[in-house]
């Protein structure tokens, strides 16, 4: 799709790479277009806070950038977010177990069936998981109407002082966007205690800010015309625009446990929570260091920065460290 919105010089540049997408409110994009596209996305974002130059390395910037692989733990994930967000009917409508090795006869001929079937085959193991833990969310009851009343992966694309930048909600619901996690939880914590050390690890909080701000620019978008494969539903639009005025809605991560039972536990970002507040900050940064490593390196040079020498001190190791160095333990 062509662009026609004005954007800074550097990101002018890009436009000889990729296919921009023109900005507004996209309802059922494929998930690899929203991604192909090299407007600034939540990880971009975070990568640009303390690692600018890996923000380079991963994007559309870099002609030797590595390789994207589809591998099959991606798969699983997009085939389970399908069955939570969409729901079980639609995942076992596209999808059929498969019971034999996909390396012998039976299993080849199970599989040349289940294509012929206009089905995607998923190995028995998989596909009993998917289902299962979508049955876990839902039993928690907590979470029972978690992923009902809304709308799933809605991308929102928008110019912002010349910059590009995108959002995909997992799910769209009047007073909260919701947001499915996978956790492996390695070290056996309590379930809660992981997900909290999750969003500090990943900084999931300026996700959600992100995701915040990206669904205030809706209301603007809608009345500029621009929303695109909206359902063919005269309930819709009126719905959307109520959404698009909402000011006052929650981010809220649903967490399931990857390996082992695969419980589920909530974590809700309210209006006004000052983590909102300090994860704006964090993008300010991000955002200035893009300007910032642009203007001195362009999209087509990579970003390596010349740091200074510096001189060890004793307080800028780990405190673990230091104390061993004084007590010699």
Not at 139 to 145: D, E, I, P
Not at 146 to 160: I, K, L, M
Not at 237 to 242: E, N, R, S, T
Not at 256 to 266: E, L, M, R, T, V
Request: charged share 25%.
């Amino acid at each position: 799709m062509a662009d026609t919105v004005t954007v800074n010089t550097h990101v002018e540049a890009l436009k000889e790479q990729s296919k921009f997408i023109p900005d507004g409110i996209y309802f059922g994009m494929p998930e690899s277009v929203y991604h192909g596209d090299p407007a600034l996305g939540s990880t971009g974002i975070k990568k640009l806070v303390d690692n600018a130059p890996d923000y380079w390395w991963d994007s559309p910037l870099n002609p030797a950038r590595p390789e994207d692989d589809d591998t099959p733990a991606k798969v699983f994930g997009r085939q389970f977010h399908q069955c939570v967000l969409e729901g079980p009917e639609k995942f076992k409508a596209g999808h059929a177990p498969q019971y034999n090795p996909g390396n012998r006869k039976d299993g080849i001929d199970e599989i040349a069936k289940i294509k012929e079937a206009g089905k995607v085959p998923v190995k028995f193991k998989d596909y009993a998981k998917i289902l299962a833990a979508s049955a876990f969310i839902k039993a928690n009851k907590t979470l029972a109407n978690a992923f009902e009343g809304g709308v799933p992966e809605v991308s929102v694309f928008w110019t912002e002082n010349g910059i590009r930048y995108k959002v995909r909600f997992d799910y769209l619901k009047m007073n909260a966007i919701t947001d499915l996690k996978s956790l492996a939880n390695m070290y056996g914590k309590e379930f809660g205690k992981a997900c909290r050390d999750a969003v500090a690890g990943y900084d999931y909080i300026v996700s959600a800010e992100h995701y915040r701000h990206g669904r205030m620019q809706m209301a603007r978008l809608i009345k500029e015309g621009k929303v695109y494969n909206a359902p063919d539903d005269p309930k819709f639009m009126p719905w959307l625009i109520q959404i698009a005025g909402n000011g006052q809605f929650a981010f809220v991560f649903v967490f399931y446990q990857k390996d082992g039972a695969p419980i589920s536990h909530a974590i809700m970002l309210s209006p006004g929570n000052p983590l909102f507040g300090y994860a704006r900050q964090m993008i300010v940064k991000a955002i200035d260091n893009y300007n910032r490593y642009m203007a001195e390196f362009g999209t087509d040079t990579a970003w390596v920065p010349s740091t200074p020498l510096e001189e060890l001190d004793e307080t800028d190791l780990p405190v673990w460290y230091q104390q061993r160095l004084t007590t010699g333990a």
